[in-house]
């Protein structure tokens, strides 16, 4: 059985998500990019030059994608950002983007890990 990622096409100005072809599993065959500028109305209407692609592998950001409000690509890194519903506002906000939530706790468990250690080194007097 074929798992295939999302393909994240976007304009390459403003970073805007122009297609988002989901995640597939079964018996799919994935598309290659030419095939997706035939396939999407939205993709069909542009300048080739002017959108950018992000391959995701199956399953990844599978969590920031259930819990987010939006989703964009930052045109300056390439990289996508995510904006998360404020549950304790009650009046639509505007956006705020930011770096993958599960990218975040990653980099926060290996602080902490490098911390501890750290601190396991200074007890033992190994500083």
Avoid: H, W
């Avoid at 059985?1 to 799919?28: C, H, P, S």
């Avoid at 506002?89 to 250690?117: D, G, N």
């Amino acid at each position: 059985m074929a798992k295939i990622g999302r393909k994240i096409y976007y304009d390459k100005q403003t970073g805007n998500i122009l297609v988002d072809t989901g995640e597939m599993a079964g018996f799919v065959t994935e598309t290659t990019i030419d095939q997706d500028f035939e396939m999407y109305a939205a993709l069909k209407e542009r300048a080739r030059d002017t959108v950018g692609v992000i391959q995701l592998e199956f399953g990844q950001y599978a969590q920031d994608f259930a819990e987010c409000s939006g989703y964009r690509v930052n045109p300056q890194t390439l990289e996508l950002e995510f904006s998360y519903p404020d549950p304790n506002e009650t009046e639509p906000q505007e956006p705020v983007y930011r770096k993958p939530l599960s990218e975040e706790l990653e980099e926060t468990k290996q602080a902490i890990a490098e911390l501890t250690l750290l601190l396991a080194q200074m007890q033992m007097g190994g500083m």
